[in-house]
């Protein structure tokens, strides 16, 4: 059987690092895509069947590019991991159009600029694609006026995918992460942003890498073959809980 091939986006650290480790363990070959190269040389350095590709998942040229590198070296494509991401917290009066367009440029037009090129490849292989959203996308909250408009855009754009894409038999589905001590996380999260994070949670912590890496993998693999259009929260329960849980906790 011929080994499966991922495209990671943002993979030259945190959750998309994870997921392709993961994937390696699972046989399959991966594309590493992101813009930070020393990053992305550094990642890649230990790992064996992969291809890094460094380019911006928001620039309409460079994705063509990451889809014909990939398929030059693999020949094929199974999964789309719609990995990258950048956050940036700020109230809606200091949110300028520069800040708001920078936020939308990677998380909402790079996964739809990749999903679309990619399309034809996974209507070869009857692939699939995961995007990664967050618990941002689902519950509002301050300073996210940008990142979580942007996320929530992503849940919707995942939904219009599985709805047009099943008749060529592509899946399309949503990890939605609770906060990971991620960079991108730490740099947008204060003292106060994480003893709250503890205290909404019911599992009361941070998840890790690798438990989001399982979730991504799972809905990528041929076990999650009869699912389309879900939004998964790997949240520790933080998105199905309401007001008041730190008070009625026991402890
Ligand atoms: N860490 C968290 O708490 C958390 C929570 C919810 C959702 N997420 C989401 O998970 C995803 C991964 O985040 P992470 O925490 O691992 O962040 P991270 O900053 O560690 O990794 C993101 C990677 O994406 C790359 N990247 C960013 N913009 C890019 C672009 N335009 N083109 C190519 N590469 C680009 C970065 O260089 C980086 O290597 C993001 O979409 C993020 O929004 C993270």
Redesign the pocket.
Same mark, same amino acid.
């Given at each position: 059987m011929t080994q499966k091939v991922a495209l990671v986006? @943002? %993979? %030259?650290? @945190?959750?998309?690092l994870a997921t392709t480790r993961l994937f390696l363990k699972s046989g399959w070959r991966v594309a590493l895509?992101?813009?930070?190269g020393a990053?992305l040389t550094s990642a890649s350095a230990d790992l064996e069947q992969v291809l890094p590709i460094e380019?911006? =998942?928001?620039s309409p040229s460079d994705v063509e590019d990451i889809l014909s590198k990939t398929l030059s070296a693999f020949g094929q494509v199974d999964a789309l991991i719609n990995? /990258? @991401? =950048? &956050?940036d917290f700020g109230p809606i009066e200091e949110t300028d159009f520069e800040r708001w367009r920078r936020v939308m &440029?990677?998380?909402l037009d790079?996964v739809f600029l990749m999903s679309q090129a990619a399309t034809p490849a996974l209507k070869e292989t009857k692939g699939n694609i995961v995007n990664? %959203?967050?618990?941002?996308g689902l519950r509002a909250s301050t300073l996210r006026v940008a990142y979580g408009t942007s996320?929530a855009a992503v849940i919707q754009l995942t939904k219009q995918q599985a709805a047009e894409l099943g008749e060529y038999g592509i899946r399309a589905n949503c990890v939605?992460? @609770?906060?990971?001590r991620?960079?991108? /996380?730490m740099a947008v999260h204060s003292q106060d942003i994480i003893d709250a994070y503890h205290d909404a949670i019911p599992l009361n912590r941070y998840g890790s890498?690798e438990e989001i890496a399982e979730a991504i993998c799972f809905l990528a693999s041929d076990k999650a073959s009869y699912i389309t259009g879900q939004i998964l929260a790997a949240d520790g329960g933080f998105d199905s809980t309401g007001v008041g849980l730190p008070a009625l906790r026991k402890s």
């Open positions: 986006t @943002g %993979a %030259a650290r @945190g959750i998309g895509v992101d813009w930070d990053e380019c911006d =998942v928001s990995n /990258a @991401g =950048v &956050a &440029a990677t998380n790079g990664i %959203a967050s618990i941002s996320k939605c992460p @609770g906060p990971v991620t960079k991108l /996380a890498e």
